[in-house]
């Protein structure tokens, strides 16, 4: 069998990356004001000079109003302001990386829904619905801890909406981008399509898995149509860290995931990020440790409060958020079986993703060993981005899989610093950027720049 090394190039739908380590989609934070070119930059950059060979810029909403999942998400329905961008596109292609945007619409997840204060100054925004909303989540409306106030897409407002990603990729193809990732999981919009907890629709759009799978199909299309054969990756959900039943009775499981991989491929998708994901925005997306450090943090708890309306709501949230961490402990690799199924079915390559941590595991993955085959093509990681900004330059450094065959018994294997404490997520709801606040990690990050272990 054929192993993969992290610093091996890789294609994706004819385009060079030049090794297999991603910087997978996060919260930039960035918004559109002023200074969102130079905040991305900011954020970006580092992970392309440090070596990364592909970036994935987090999500983007493809509407000029709605569909936000967390404030500070920048927009890009746009085209004077996506053409801006291409100040940051040339800044990553300068160290010889790629950056790939994420498109994105939040629907029923949208901050219309759950954002306290920002439904209170926009009275007048509906989130966008696949279908009605699941009784469970009409039941949290009823005792008030969400605000439903859905608009049911028809029919022709599905193409609308399919239309908006397309324009939104041919504006980032313009500002230099490399190529287009649909955010298809974490309960976006495209998310609510493809699951059956969601999607009771009767039209072409729903009834079945296939019907399910057409709105990802036709934003392939407007894309094609609009941005021309520009690489385009998109997440694949399976629902299994969702409550089981009787509470959820209807949602994907990882055979309708990797069936949904398949399909993607025969409709023309370059790539699948395989993921495992519940039907609802819980620590099933990040896992980890409870972040009793930020939700005791006072600067930011007026922010809090404004966000679920008042401190009652607030320590509800925490509670429910500390009981989910019971529920969703940290596993290395939680998307690896995944991965590993859906590649043994598809051409294309695989993106792994989640809970990834050391040079070890990148290697595992790729199939080191002798006796083992790759799980997958590529491996990112998130939230160690946010602890170390140039992580790329020690992972690279580590050589490749030959060079450390003989010296991992001696030397161990690169690590992130990253705790999974989770202490840099929860603060964006209030429009926090995505930084590590940890002393530990940030103390550690500092004595290794002092040691020069990030330059080049």
Not at 182 to 200: D, E, H, K, W
Not at 412 to 428: A, D, F, H, I, K
């Amino acid at each position: 069998m054929t192993s993969l090394d992290l610093e091996d190039p890789l294609e994706i739908g004819g385009i060079q990356v030049p090794n297999r380590l991603y910087r997978a989609p996060l919260l930039e934070c960035a918004g559109n004001g002023p200074d969102a070119v130079d905040t991305l930059i900011a954020d970006l950059e580092p992970a392309a000079d440090s070596g990364v060979g592909l970036l994935f810029q987090g999500a983007t909403i493809v509407r000029g109003e709605g569909g936000c999942a967390a404030p500070g998400m920048t927009r890009v329905h746009d085209p004077a302001f996506v053409s801006r961008l291409s100040r940051l596109t040339d800044r990553i292609h300068e160290h010889g990386s790629r950056i790939f945007l994420q498109l994105e619409h939040g629907g029923l997840r949208s901050m219309e829904t759950w954002h306290a204060d920002y439904r209170r100054r926009n009275p007048e925004l509906e989130q966008l619905a696949v279908s009605e909303p699941p009784w469970q989540l009409r039941l949290l409306d009823r005792v008030g801890f969400l605000s439903y106030n859905p608009h049911v897409l028809t029919t022709d407002e599905v193409y609308d909406l399919a239309a908006d990603f397309g324009r939104s990729a041919a504006y980032a193809v313009d500002a230099g981008y490399d190529g287009i990732h649909i955010s298809g999981a974490n309960m976006g919009i495209v998310q609510q399509f493809l699951s059956p907890f969601y999607n009771r629709r009767d039209d072409e759009f729903g009834g079945s898995p296939e019907a399910r799978l057409q709105f990802l199909a036709l934003v392939h299309d407007e894309i094609r149509d609009r941005a021309g054969d520009v690489p385009l990756v998109t997440k694949v959900p399976a629902e299994t860290p969702a409550p089981p039943a009787p509470l959820v009775r209807r949602k994907l499981s990882l055979e309708d995931g990797i069936e949904t991989a398949r399909r993607l491929e025969r409709v023309g998708y370059d790539a699948v990020v395989p993921v495992l994901t519940s039907v609802v925005w819980d620590m099933s997306i990040v896992r980890g440790e409870y972040p009793e450090r930020a939700w005791t943090d006072e600067g930011f708890r007026e922010g809090y409060d404004e966000a679920f309306g008042g401190s009652t709501r607030r320590r509800l949230v925490a509670a429910g958020n500390w009981l989910e961490s019971l529920g969703y402990d940290f596993e290395p690799a939680w998307n690896e079986e995944f991965c590993r199924r859906v590649r043994e079915e598809v051409s294309i390559p695989v993106l792994a993703e989640g809970g990834i941590r050391d040079r070890g595991q990148i290697d595992r993955l790729l199939g080191d060993r002798a006796d083992a085959r790759p799980a997958c093509d590529a491996v990112g990681m998130a939230r160690p981005f946010y602890a170390e900004p140039r992580l790329g330059a020690r992972l690279l450094a580590a050589g490749t899989g030959e060079e450390r065959a003989g010296e991992r018994a001696a030397d161990g294997e690169p690590s992130v610093l990253c705790e999974s404490c989770n202490n840099c997520t929860v603060p964006q709801v209030t429009g926090a950027p995505g930084i590590c606040r940890t002393p530990d990690v940030l103390r550690k990050r500092g004595e290794l720049d002092r040691e020069g272990v990030y330059d080049d």
